[in-house]
């Protein structure tokens, strides 16, 4: 188990270090943030990215499953002018990287 841990860990480093990534949230199936990489002196921005990120994504993964019902969403992103925030969805966790 530590040896998996391990892994999260240096992955989670990876993407966090890419140049213009600001943060990094791994979100349950409910919204609520269980890690996050984002500076914690805003702590309403972790939150409100985690609430209407995971709101996105179950409406996409609902509109797959609506066109092909043996489909499964896999990852999606929206880009902005001012930023783009990529989403790779699990089973009942939500990778969201802004």
Known sequence: CSFIM???EERIAR???HKG???L???DENGKFLRSTMPSNNDTAPKQYAQKVTELAKKA???VRDIDPLNDLT???V???RQEIMVAPDK???LIVI
């Open 92 to 94: 009942n966790l939500f």
């Open 25 to 27: 949230l791994i979100v």
């Open 75 to 77: 990852f999606f992103r």
């Open 61 to 63: 993964r609902s509109v």
């Open 21 to 23: 990534v600001k943060g």
């Open 79 to 81: 880009r902005s002018k």
């Open 15 to 17: 993407i966090k270090n």
């Open 6 to 8: 391990a892994e999260v």
